[in-house]
């Protein structure tokens, strides 16, 4: 390549030295005419005569020396005028890039160094004709220091100050305090330089530092080859353009006529007059660029409307002004006008650059300015300056400096690790705090790494939907202390320092990954549940339906999520409730839901609603979570059943306990007539029929006592079948006349030992139950039979023993019991009556009486066929039969004093008439308060306390008892009572060892009662 450019450096020399150019020029015009001279004879052309042409060939050759002479200089003035814009442009780069901070001691690896030298490189290419670019600096002992030069090839290890020095006298001529380069002047060598590597350009332009001092020059050379070819090729540029011109005259006096010649000037007029007319119209109306024409003593001649707009003056107002008066600032006048004057006659032109100019009214106007100068048609010189404002782009370039702080700051200050990395390596160019700190690293060794470094990407599905919309990469990155973190990067690409590169976002998901799988864990959870659970957004949609939801409604998950409230209640009737509960319910609510469940039956459904609020990642959900209560609102129905029998055996108890009194006084006061009446054998069946119906009345009242649960078990001897015969009376008219009863009789007596009142109720309870079967109609049968039971027969049965038994069976043909309902026959409050038509307590009754009674009871019962009962009963022996003897007959008497509290008048009068005709002292009061008040005025002992239980006066018999027998320990107590409520609630230790008789009482177990506390 050298030898290459050594050849055509010779060739271009030896053309333009001899000038070949020429010589070459006047052969091919010769040769040319003498041709066409030859063509037009041969097609009978009549020409111009022979002196003419050689006349023009002449004139077309002598023409062309000087034409190409002309050109050949222009030309090198131009590429002296680029070489000298250069130097001025990147001069100025130089100066804001630090030029000035380079110093000897400095490093050939520094980066500030380094980067001046890449855009050296950089200019280097972008201008091809440039050949050599360096910068020179005198040294304090007075050599010339090359700064910086693109060919230099010395280590990154060496100082600039190491480099070779520069020794070229013409450059270090420059660096003369004296040289015009110190005035700040673009100066360039206008000289043709001459040495052994051919003719080259040079051209100088002041470094400055930020004081204002000259630092170094700016050196710009253009290699001789690039001289010598720019030369010849404008010199034979010329040469064709006037061969070309020649050629064309010679053929338009050839083959034209003169007419021709004229229309054709007169066109060219024309279109020169329109192509002014074009340029002035586009110079004058071209926005954003300012032009303006000056003549030789520098006053206004054009002025366009872009002037206008940029320096507030007229066309009309700056017409005729001078330049400096006009726009030029004060400081800067004389110095203008003499660049303009030098130019003018020195021919050194004004380069182009910014500058601050002034603007009508005195503001000042950054411009960058361009100027041309030509001679008019006339031959005076004119100057064209054309500015164009720098406002716009000092703001951008303002905006662009302060966007990028922002984002500097941004990048350093976001909570988030964020990096910047190669594109392809990976390494990491910049790192913000936010990523020291989550990763432990410095930023030194950040920077040393690389993505990879840091962890791996998971495995597949790799990419993950961002917030923001674009994939996101989720990775187990590592600390440096060693700990996992689990992260998702987004990235971007963007260049950084000429390179590809991209932008990397890193969020900490560990946590988030963590609580989406506790999440999922716990809607699994959820969903196992047997409670059903269903959430619903804002706009009434499904979004969540557990199993328990499903197993309740009968609709899957699959069905109802995402499905609107509003279409699920009207196709769906187990679902309409809750619906509406959820579409009207806007707080937190709870309450009870009426509905079915999915097999039809109706259910209760106690739910409670929460409003869970949204974000911008979720929206906000009511979510209910219903629990069937049915079992609970049915033993709430039994526990109000129950209670409500309670307050209906209270009362019960409370009238059997008057009844009782009455029955006791009527007892008393009959016995008496009898042994008054004992020889008045009218009266003795009369009295007799009204004992008998006082016993009947006292059965009753027992029968009352069993209903209202108040009767205490008084076990006696029973006859079966009579107790079955007077139950049988009662039950013809609870059956009703659509049952048929049947109760036949043993072949002989069977004797129990039982409480005639609880049998009573046993064989009520069953025979109501049996017509309840038999709605419409059937029989009934009860029937007795005893039953001897080995051990082995016995141990077939649960709750059977062996030994001697009486079987009562009850038998209906109603409609019979299921395997379910006979599995819970038993149990209490279960019934399959309607409601308010069963407490359920019967059979539960019956099995408690059986076993209180030492048997048991079996059951047999398929549906449609009926029902029977077997109540199985331990049998006694028959007791033996006493006379019945008068109210004297065998009663023991005695004298001691008895103090006897009863509030009814009735009892308190026949019971001391009784007392007394057996010989006793008596002493009554009707209340607490009134026995202490006898007690306390006795004058004699009283050996024996007679008590109702129940008592006005706010003090019952036993509170009377306690505090008596705590004075007199000696005392013996009988307390009494019309049922036992209250010995059964007080038990054994509440008596206090106190004889207790139940109401009503004969005289004789009362007087037997009083000798054996006494005896």
């Not at 108040?710 to 139950?727: N, R, S, Y």
Request: aromatic share 6%.
């Amino acid at each position: 390549m050298a030898e290459r450019a050594g050849d055509t450096v010779m060739i271009s020399r030896l053309i333009l030295d001899w000038r070949l150019d020429l010589v070459a020029f006047a052969i091919v015009v010769g040769f040319s005419i003498g041709c066409a001279r030859i063509l037009a004879r041969r097609r009978g052309i009549v020409g111009p005569p022979r002196t003419r042409t050689l006349a023009v060939a002449a004139l077309a050759i002598v023409l062309g020396a000087f034409v190409a002479e002309g050109i050949g200089r222009i030309s090198q003035r131009q590429l002296q005028r680029w070489v000298m814009i250069f130097a001025a442009t990147y001069g100025g780069d130089l100066e804001r890039m630090g030029h000035a901070r380079i110093a000897a001691d400095t490093p050939v690896g520094d980066a500030g160094y380094q980067a001046m030298l890449a855009t050296q490189r950089a200019w280097l290419r972008a201008n091809s004709f440039i050949g050599a670019l360096y910068t020179c600096r005198r040294m304090p002992d007075g050599s010339c220091l090359r700064v910086t030069d693109t060919m230099d090839t010395t280590g990154p290890g060496t100082t600039v100050g190491a480099r070779p020095r520069c020794n070229d006298a013409g450059v270090c001529g420059q660096l003369a305090p004296s040289d015009r380069a110190h005035a700040g002047e673009a100066v360039f060598d206008p000289a043709v330089v001459q040495d052994e590597r051919g003719r080259w350009v040079r051209g100088f332009q002041p470094i400055r530092d930020e004081a204002g001092k000259v630092d170094a020059v700016l050196v710009v050379e253009v290699p001789a080859e690039t001289w010598g070819l720019t030369t010849l090729f404008a010199r034979l540029s010329a040469l064709a353009t006037i061969f070309a011109g020649t050629m064309l005259l010679v053929g338009i006096a050839y083959f034209s006529r003169q007419q021709a010649t004229l229309v054709a000037r007169e066109q060219a007029g024309r279109r020169l007059r329109e192509s002014e007319l074009r340029f002035r119209s586009l110079f004058e109306n071209v926005p954003s660029i300012a032009v303006q024409g000056y003549d030789r003593d520098r006053r206004v001649i054009f002025w366009n409307e872009a002037s206008a707009e940029l320096y507030g003056y007229t066309a009309a107002e700056a017409l005729g002004q001078r330049l400096e008066e006009l726009i030029i600032p004060p400081p800067m006048r004389s110095d203008v006008v003499e660049l303009i004057r030098r130019w003018a006659e020195e021919d050194v032109p004004i380069p182009p650059g910014e500058l601050v100019l002034m603007r009508k009214g005195g503001a000042a106007v950054n411009v960058f300015s361009s100027h041309v100068m030509q001679r008019n048609v006339s031959g005076d010189l004119e100057m064209y300056c054309i500015d164009i404002s720098l406002a716009d782009r000092n703001r951008a370039l303002a905006a662009l400096a302060a966007s990028e702080v922002n984002y500097r700051t941004l990048f350093a200050v976001i909570p988030h690790p964020m990096w910047v990395c190669d594109a392809e390596t990976g390494a990491f160019l910049a790192v913000n705090e936010a990523a020291l700190t989550k990763y432990g690293y410095w930023r030194e060794e950040f920077l040393q790494m690389s993505q990879s470094d840091l962890g791996a990407p998971l495995p597949a599905p790799a990419l993950r939907p961002s917030e923001a919309g674009r994939p996101a990469l989720e990775c187990w990155h590592r600390k440096k202390n060693g700990e996992p973190l689990r992260v998702e990067l987004s990235s971007h690409p963007l260049a950084w320092g000429g390179r590809k590169a991209r932008i990397v976002l890193a969020q900490d998901v560990t946590e988030r990954r963590n609580a989406e799988r506790r999440i999922v864990e716990q809607a699994e959870l959820l969903d196992e549940i047997n409670e059903a659970v269903v959430a619903v957004d804002a706009g009434g949609r499904i979004n969540f339906w557990n199993h328990g939801a499903a197993q309740l409604f009968g609709r899957p998950a699959s069905e109802m999520q995402g499905r609107l409230l509003s279409e699920v209640g009207h196709v769906d009737a187990s679902v309409a409730a809750l619906a509406d509960v959820l579409r009207t319910q806007h707080d937190g609510w709870r309450g009870e839901v009426p509905t079915r469940h999915a097999d039809g039956r109706a259910v209760y459904l106690e739910t409670s609603i929460t409003i869970i609020a949204g974000d911008s990642t979720r929206p906000a959900l009511r979510v209910s979570v219903s629990t069937d209560i049915t079992p609970r609102k049915e033993l709430e129905a039994q526990v109000i059943e129950a209670q409500k029998m309670e307050v209906i055996g209270r009362l019960a108890g409370g009238v059997a306990h008057d009844f009782n009194s009455i029955l006791m006084a009527m007892a008393l006061n009959l016995e008496m007539l009898q042994s008054d009446l004992r020889d008045n054998q009218a009266a003795q069946p009369l009295l007799e029929d009204l004992r008998a119906m006082n016993e009947r009345a006292t059965t009753l009242v027992c029968q009352l006592l069993v209903f209202a649960r108040k009767h205490a078990m008084k076990p006696q001897p029973l006859e079966v079948d009579g107790a079955i015969a007077t139950v049988a009376k009662i039950l013809h008219r609870l059956l009703g006349a659509h049952v048929t009863l049947h109760a036949p009789s043993a072949s002989g007596e069977l004797w129990i030992n039982a409480d005639p009142c609880m049998f009573d109720q046993v064989l009520l309870n069953l025979c109501v139950n049996a017509r309840d079967a038999m709605p419409d109609g059937g029989t009934l049968t009860i029937s007795t039979q005893p039953l001897q039971l080995t051990a082995d027969e016995a141990a077939a049965t649960p709750g059977a023993r062996a030994g001697e038994f009486v079987c009562v069976q009850v038998t209906d043909t109603g409609c019979g019991m299921s395997p379910m309902v006979l599995a819970h026959a038993f149990e209490p409050f279960f019934t399959t009556k309607e409601a308010g038509k069963g407490t359920g307590l019967g059979l539960a009754t019956v099995h408690g009486i059986v076993h209180q009674h030492g048997g048991w009871l079996t059951v047999e019962s398929e549906v449609g066929q009926g029902t029977t009962f077997r109540v199985f009963l331990p049998q006694t022996t028959a007791p033996r039969g006493d006379a019945e003897d008068d109210l004297d007959a065998d009663i023991r008497r005695g004298t001691e004093t008895i103090l006897l509290v009863e509030d009814d008048p009735a009892v308190r009068r026949v019971t001391t008439a009784m007392l007394l005709r057996f010989g006793y002292k008596v002493l009554v009061s009707a209340n607490g308060p009134q026995a202490l008040e006898v007690w306390s005025k006795r004058s004699f002992p009283i050996q024996v306390l007679i008590t109702d239980v129940v008592l006005p006066e706010g003090m019952n018999g036993l509170v009377l008892a306690r505090r008596l027998t705590a004075v007199a320990p000696e005392l013996k107590v009988i307390v009494m009572s019309g049922y036992n409520v209250e010995m059964m609630e007080a038990g054994s230790d509440g008596l206090y060892g106190y004889t207790f008789l139940q109401k009503p009482v004969n005289s004789r177990t009362l007087a037997s009662a009083i000798r054996a506390v006494l005896d």
